[in-house]
């Protein structure tokens, strides 16, 4: 018996060692590529949202749910991650509708240009903050490159090994908790790098969408057909890479098909007001603060005269709620 215990409680420690440093070696994306912890800070907040983003950084840099909500009192929340492809936004939707369903769901339709993952690296910033859940499973067999192996997804050790002669102190401060970095999913930027040169628009041998891409868009949606869902298609206002119109036919057309909306923002960048000279903080990839700003209240207006959004500014409890991010949010943009 007593041999059996000491069986066991050497199995504990060793599982209990083994967690921890799963936890340590994997980045913390705090204070460096902060892009990787936005995808996590959605399940510590209040599940009220009636309009949900979906989609790349053109959706996490461009669109403020605070802005939405000091314009029209619209309860937002923006889902979006770096390069973030369109069937991790089909599966990051669906781990969705288990905590809440929105009016609307906004995606922003860059991603449909691609039809294979970009990097491990960028697969690493949408999956490795996710809660797990089938979804997060079948986004990691869907996202995974020859490279990749569903173990070191499970066990982080096995991707981040070499990182025992990094670790700083960011990784022991940020072992157990973590910071907001974002409102609601938007990452405040309040850089301007003016946009100096429009870059030369190459063509292309082949401007349809790939297959797998049609496939996700049907299934997101289906998704929303299913549960009462408007969906609203949307391409952000970034000059690069360029959008060209053989994109934007494809899309107006399945748009139609279906009797949904689409925004093209970049036809309405002079009624939006953006002035790419002060408005971006990239030369043009995506929008600054000021722009940011902007956009979301034309967006806001448009969504209050399309949809029926309940003005969250006349309930109490959630007005509450608002307030006191408001308060933080005002300080941080000055």
Excluded at 294 to 299: A, E, T
Excluded at 311 to 327: F, G, M, P
Aim: charge should be negative; hydrophobic fraction near 35%; glycine fraction near 2%.
């Amino acid at each position: 018996m007593k041999r059996a215990i000491k069986v066991i409680v050497i199995l504990l420690i060793s599982l209990i060692i083994f967690y921890l440093l799963n936890k340590l070696l994997m980045p913390k994306y705090m204070t460096d590529l902060v892009e990787g912890s936005m995808i996590s800070q959605y399940y510590d907040e209040e599940k009220n949202h009636e309009v949900i983003f979906i989609g790349d950084c053109e959706v996490y840099a461009n669109f403020s749910p605070m802005v939405l909500y000091q314009e029209k009192g619209i309860s937002s929340y923006v889902r979006g991650s770096s390069q973030q492809m369109i069937w991790q936004s089909y599966y990051i939707l669906k781990e969705t509708l288990k905590y809440e369903t929105p009016k609307v769901v906004v995606f922003n339709v860059n991603s449909m240009r691609y039809d294979e993952p970009v990097s491990e690296a960028y697969n690493r910033l949408t999956l490795d903050k996710m809660k797990w859940s089938p979804e997060k499973i079948e986004m990691i067999k869907t996202s995974m490159r020859e490279e990749e192996s569903m173990l070191s997804y499970i066990f982080p050790i096995l991707r981040y090994h070499d990182r025992f002669d990094k670790l700083t102190q960011e990784d022991f401060t940020y072992l157990f908790n973590e910071k907001k970095n974002t409102y609601q999913g938007f990452l405040i930027n309040k850089e301007i790098k003016p946009l100096e040169n429009v870059p030369t628009v190459k063509k292309l041998a082949n401007y349809k969408f790939a297959d797998i891409d049609y496939e996700y868009l049907q299934k997101i949606l289906d998704l929303c057909n299913e549960n009462n869902i408007k969906l609203l298609l949307i391409k952000a206002p970034s000059v690069y890479p360029h959008w060209y119109e053989e994109y934007d036919e494809q899309i107006e057309e399945f748009a139609q098909k279906n009797n949904i909306n689409f925004i093209n923002f970049l036809d309405k960048v002079e009624e939006i007001g953006i002035d790419y000279k002060q408005d971006t903080y990239d030369r043009g990839l995506h929008l600054n603060l000021t722009g940011a700003t902007k956009l979301s209240k034309y967006f806001a207006n448009y969504l209050k005269e399309n949809y029926t959004l309940t003005d969250y500014r006349q309930n109490s409890e959630v007005n509450k709620i608002y307030q006191e991010k408001l308060e933080q949010y005002n300080k941080d943009i000055v």
